[in-house]
């Protein structure tokens, strides 16, 4: 049986869950400490314990900033329970290296999001190219291809991308190519 | 917390994907001039590359599993205000009950417009009356006898006169090299293909053809001995099968482009000058004035029954269609309404007067009019609605 929230944060949830989770382990630098700070946010939310901004760029905003803050919280405890100071960085409360944290969980989630949707193939030869920078050379030597395929896959895994990834793209190029 | 910065985040994914085109750099330029730390936050992130293990995290996130532990912590922990929670648990089953209601309905309501028009569905995530499909693969084929066969996706076979069977595989339609050409050459097949919909065949000398929508090609089911010949109204990219004693030629209602083996895109309604592009190889055109031009790759030439004009063409956004996307370069409002009329099959109403700025930028041509319009409406300061298939444009109030 599958498994729903309720509805109005069952969607919040599949589209914020992943990225999140990045977010919180780019503070924590713990994986399953970050995902266990995300889900006790979105019981809380299960709960209506809070209530959520109506437009979308603000709860987004909240959404970060209360997993922010739950981090934090989290790392005073440790803090505080073990007495140790360590690489768990202070810094993290400022405001650019949330910012950066952030963006890169969103960025990686939108990649991955579209990278998961392109034919098998295509996927492993492009995930290795992005994420493990392997040279075409490299990623042949790995799957037993040929260098020519790699190229012919990442060629078509590229021109999938860039359909999925230009609808997203369409109202930022219309706003800044006006004239 | 600064947001500007977010406007990097799509164009981070595109460098990364490997997918930045020229035109996003561009518009990247443009930004780092208005603003010059976007420029360095940039550089920041560019350098520090991505992360493998982050990807690996989340490969490993399991959303089913989250589910039930969200539940299990939901209904563990005591609630903090107690007053609420009977209400709150009464609310939920009735906004379940209200989800699966409107679940229910909605399904009707596409029942029924289904049986008027499959492509006006119910707008599930804007505010709109309606919501359009996208167009599709569809076409209808015109056999020598007159007689009217819709093409579908799926395998099947048309039988011509004289027995001669097409095929269609793959969703598109192939002819066979003829046994004996001179029994069927005076037979002719004419493709249409209407609004919201497209095609792609395959000729009897292997020319691979995309058909757009509202167009149509007729073509005999062989060719003759000295020339190919076929008559394009509408638009289509032409791949010719190279074939140096016997040039393939394209008649249009202003002028026909003669080629021997080579790739270009033709546009060609009535109503509108032509043009067509080169993409490789090379080709001549002789408009209904009979003055000829040839071009080369690159160019692209846009013609009527007088006058030829030679530019230099955007290969990706003369072609863009034949790939799946929509892609606006320098065009008004009503040239990005004209494209989404042929592809949504809409009628277009303008309410006052209508910013003439230009615009630039692509999607994907599989997003339903509602999505479209979203995109649009964010970027260009407007409003649309829509009624069934007729869309209002107006400026924001």
């Known amino acids: 049986m599958q498994i729903a929230l309720p509805y109005d944060i069952e969607s919040l949830f599949q589209q914020y869950y992943r990225q999140l989770c990045l977010f919180a382990n780019n503070i924590l630098h713990d994986e399953a400490l970050a995902e266990d700070v995300v889900q006790s946010f979105f019981a809380g939310l299960c709960e209506g314990r809070n209530t959520l901004p109506d437009d979308e760029n603000t709860r987004r905003g909240y959404l970060f900033v209360s997993v922010r803050n739950n981090c934090l919280k989290q790392i005073r405890n440790e803090k505080t329970k073990n007495k140790y100071v360590d690489q768990l960085d202070m810094n993290m409360i ?63 895994a590229i021109q999938l991308l860039r359909t999925r990834l230009d609808t997203h793209m369409m109202m930022l190029l219309l706003l800044l190519l006006s004239e | 917390m600064k ?30 001039n208005d603003d010059p730390s976007l420029h360095d936050q940039w550089e920041r992130y560019t350098s520090q590359g991505l992360r493998s293990s982050d990807a690996e995290f989340w490969d490993r996130l399991d959303l089913d599993q989250a589910r039930a532990k969200i539940l299990h912590y939901a209904s563990a922990k005591p609630a903090k205000r107690p007053l609420h929670i009977g209400g709150m648990r009464q609310l939920k089953i009735y906004a379940g009950l209200a989800a699966s209601l409107a679940v229910f ?95 792609r065949m395959v000729l009897p000398d292997g020319t691979k053809v995309w058909i757009n929508s509202a167009s149509e090609l007729s073509y005999p089911l062989a060719f003759g001995k000295s020339t190919r010949n076929v008559e394009l109204r509408g638009e289509a990219y032409f791949e010719v099968a190279h074939e140096k004693n016997r040039p393939f030629i394209v008649s249009t209602t202003h002028g026909d482009i003669k080629v021997l083996g080579t790739a270009f895109n033709l546009t060609a309604y ?128």
């Open chain 2, 105 to 199: 309905i909605g399904v009707a309501w596409f029942l029924n417009l289904r049986h008027q028009d499959s492509q006006v569905v119910p707008d599930q995530a804007y505010h709109y009356k309606n919501d359009v499909l996208p167009g599709g693969q569809k076409a209808t084929l015109t056999l020598s006898n007159g007689k009217v066969v819709t093409l579908s996706e799926e395998q099947s076979t048309v039988k011509e006169k004289n027995g001669e069977e097409l095929h269609i595989s793959d969703g598109q339609l192939r002819y066979q090299p003829n046994s004996n050409p001179s029994e069927v050459a005076n037979l002719r097949n004419t493709l249409k293909v209407p609004e919201s919909g497209f095609y």
């Open chain 2, 270 to 397: 009535s109503n509108t000058a032509s043009n067509v592009t080169l993409i490789n190889g090379s080709i001549q055109l002789t408009n209904k004035n009979n003055t000829t031009k040839q071009i080369v790759p690159g160019q692209k030439v846009e013609f009527d029954g007088s006058a030829m004009r030679v530019s230099q063409a955007n290969i990706e956004k003369e072609t863009a269609w034949q790939h799946g996307y929509f892609y606006f370069e320098h065009d008004q409002i009503q040239d990005i309404m004209e494209q989404l009329t042929r592809w949504y099959d809409i009628k277009v109403i303008y309410q006052g007067s209508i910013t003439r700025k230009t615009f630039g930028g692509s999607m994907s041509r599989s997003v339903s009019l509602a999505e479209a319009l979203e995109l649009i409406k964010r970027g260009a300061g407007l409003e649309f609605e829509i009624d069934r298939k007729t869309v209002t444009v107006k400026n924001k109030s």
């Open chain 1, 94 to 156: 400022e405001e650019q290296t949330v910012m950066d944290a952030m963006i890169q969980a969103e960025v990686i989630d939108q990649l991955m999001e579209a990278i998961h949707q392109l034919p098998q193939g295509c996927r492993q030869v492009l995930h290795m190219a992005v994420f493990d920078k392997l040279s075409n050379n490299e990623i042949a030597n790995n799957l037993s291809i040929s260098i020519n395929t790699v190229k012919s896959q990442k060629k078509r």
């Open chain 2, 3 to 32: 947001n500007d910065q977010f406007v990097l985040v799509d164009f981070l994914v595109k460098h990364f994907g490997g997918t930045l085109s020229q035109t996003d750099k561009e518009v990247l330029q443009k930004m780092f």
